[in-house]
C-alpha cells in the first residue's frame, strides 16, 4: 500500500467534536514533523482511547511495537481525562518505541466524557493522518494484542474483508481469580453463541464471514479500511456500545465483515472499568448477584433459527431484484408485512438495510430474551435445530443453498 503526499497540519473534525488543534496541551510537543510524516506513511494506524490506565498502557503499546509484519504502522494515543501517571508513562516510553506515536493529551468536556467520544475522537486523529489504502485499527488500553494481530488482520483484509473484528480474550490470571460460577455460566453462554451463530451459518451462509467464526463486535479489536470508514461516517457519535453500533452501521451498507478466529487480544479481568456498560460492569453485576435474563442477542433457539431462515430466503430474493408470487406471499406470511411492502424493500440498495427494515417492522420478527434458567432446555434444542439442519442441507455454500426449499423450515419447526 503506497502513502501520498498530506497537508502539514490537521484537517478539521466534523462538526459535533471540536476541531483537533484545540485539543493538544502543548502543540510543540505533541506534534512534530517526524511524527506526522511517519504517521503519514504508515499502511496501518492504530488508534486506542486511554484513561487512567497506568496498569496496563505499557504493554498495550509495547504489544503492537513487537509486532513482526512487513508493513509501517503507527499509534495514535488520545489520552483523555487522565488524573493518574499515565501520561508520565507514556512520555518515557514513546521515545524508544520503533514506530511513529502521536500522543494526544485532552480533557473532554463532560458531554464527551465518555468511552465512545473517546474513541470516536481517536479515531478522527487517524483518519486526518491516514492516507488513502490505509487500514485503521482500534484496540483498547488495558488490552494486550497478539504478537501477530496486524498480521492476522491485514490478511483478512487481502482476503477481500472490508472490516475485521477480532476475538477479545479474558486474561487467563484474571480470569482464574473470578467465582467458578462466572466462569461456568461464561461456558455456557459461550456454547450457546456458538450454536445459534453456526445455525445462522448454515441456514443463511456469508460468503464473507464463513464458518468457523465468532460473533464479537468489540472495541478491543477492530480493523477496517479507510474507504469503508469513511462511507459509513466513522464510529458512531454514541456514550457507550460504540463498537457493536459501528459494526451494526457496516452491516447496513452490506460491508464484508470478517469475524476472524485468528484476530486475538487479551483484556483485563478487572471490575473498576473506564466504559459504561463495558466487561468490567458485566463481571461486577454478575458478581453481586446473577443474571435472570440473558444478554439481548441471545434468543430462544427456534426462534434465533427461524429468523436466520427468513433472512437467508429474503436474500435470496432480494439478490434476485424481484419476488414471484409465491416467494412474495410466503414472505409476506413469515414476517406479517404487506406484499407492496416487501416489494418497496426489495428496492433498497443494500440488503443489509433492507433486512434491518424489514426486522424492525415485522411483529413476528420481534426479539424475545432467554432466561437464564431456560439455558439448558434451548441448547438441547438447539443442537437438535443444528443436527436437523445439517442433515437435510449440509454446511453448504451460499449458492447451494436454495431458501424456498420448504424443508428447511420444516427442519426447524420440528427439530
Request: glycine share 6%.
Amino acid at each position: 500500500m503506497k502513502s501520498s503526499d498530506s497537508e502539514s497540519t490537521l484537517k478539521p473534525c466534523s462538526a459535533d467534536l471540536p476541531a483537533p488543534q484545540n485539543y493538544f496541551e502543548q502543540p510543540s510537543q505533541a506534534i512534530n514533523d517526524v511524527t506526522l510524516d511517519g504517521l503519514r506513511s504508515s499502511d496501518v494506524i492504530v488508534a486506542i482511547p486511554v484513561q487512567n490506565e497506568e496498569h496496563f498502557i505499557a504493554n498495550c503499546v509495547l504489544a503492537l511495537a513487537c509486532q513482526p509484519v512487513a508493513c509501517r504502522h503507527g499509534i495514535v494515543l488520545l489520552l483523555n481525562n487522565c488524573t493518574d501517571n499515565t501520561s508520565t508513562i507514556v512520555r518515557n516510553l514513546v521515545p524508544g518505541l520503533p514506530m511513529p506515536v502521536l500522543t494526544i493529551n485532552t480533557t473532554l468536556p463532560p458531554p464527551m466524557a465518555n468511552a465512545g467520544a473517546a474513541r470516536r475522537l481517536a479515531m478522527q486523529y487517524a483518519t486526518q493522518l491516514a492516507s488513502p489504502g490505509s487500514v485503521l485499527m482500534t484496540t483498547d488500553a488495558d488490552g494486550q494484542v497478539s504478537a501477530d494481530w496486524i498480521a492476522a488482520n491485514l490478511a483478512a483484509i487481502r482476503a477481500g474483508a472490508d472490516a475485521v473484528a477480532g476475538r477479545a480474550e479474558l486474561d487467563s490470571e484474571d480470569a482464574r481469580q473470578l467465582p467458578a460460577r462466572l466462569r461456568e455460566d461464561d461456558a455456557r453462554e459461550c456454547e450457546y453463541d456458538r450454536l445459534l451463530d453456526e445455525i445462522r451459518a448454515t441456514l443463511d451462509p456469508d460468503p464473507a464471514d464463513p464458518w468457523p467464526r465468532h460473533t464479537e463486535d468489540s472495541g478491543a479489536s477492530i480493523a477496517v479500511t479507510l474507504d469503508a470508514y469513511f462511507k459509513v461516517g466513522g464510529f458512531p457519535n454514541v456514550p457507550m456500545g460504540e463498537d457493536r453500533a459501528f459494526i451494526a452501521a457496516l452491516r447496513r451498507i452490506d460491508a464484508r465483515i470478517r469475524h476472524s478466529l485468528d484476530v486475538r487480544v487479551v483484556v483485563s479481568g478487572r471490575i473498576d472499568g473506564r466504559a459504561v456498560g463495558g466487561m468490567a460492569d458485566t463481571i461486577r453485576r454478575r458478581l453481586a448477584k446473577s443474571d435472570e435474563v440473558m444478554d439481548e442477542r441471545f434468543e430462544p433457539a427456534r426462534i434465533a433459527a427461524q429468523r436466520a431462515w427468513i433472512r437467508g430466503f429474503f436474500r435470496r430474493i432480494w439478490s434476485a431484484g424481484r419476488a414471484t408470487p409465491n416467494a412474495a406471499a410466503l414472505l409476506s406470511r413469515l414476517s406479517n408485512e404487506m406484499g407492496s411492502e416487501i416489494e418497496a424493500l426489495l428496492k433498497s440498495s443494500y440488503f443489509g438495510e433492507a433486512w434491518v427494515q424489514l426486522e424492525t417492522r415485522s411483529p413476528a420478527l420481534r426479539k424475545s430474551q432467554v432466561r437464564v434458567s431456560e439455558l439448558p432446555n434451548e441448547m438441547q434444542i438447539a443442537r437438535e435445530i443444528l443436527e436437523s439442519v445439517k442433515r437435510r442441507i449440509g454446511v453448504v455454500t451460499p449458492a447451494q443453498v436454495n431458501p424456498a426449499d420448504s424443508p428447511h423450515f420444516a427442519a426447524i419447526e420440528q427439530p
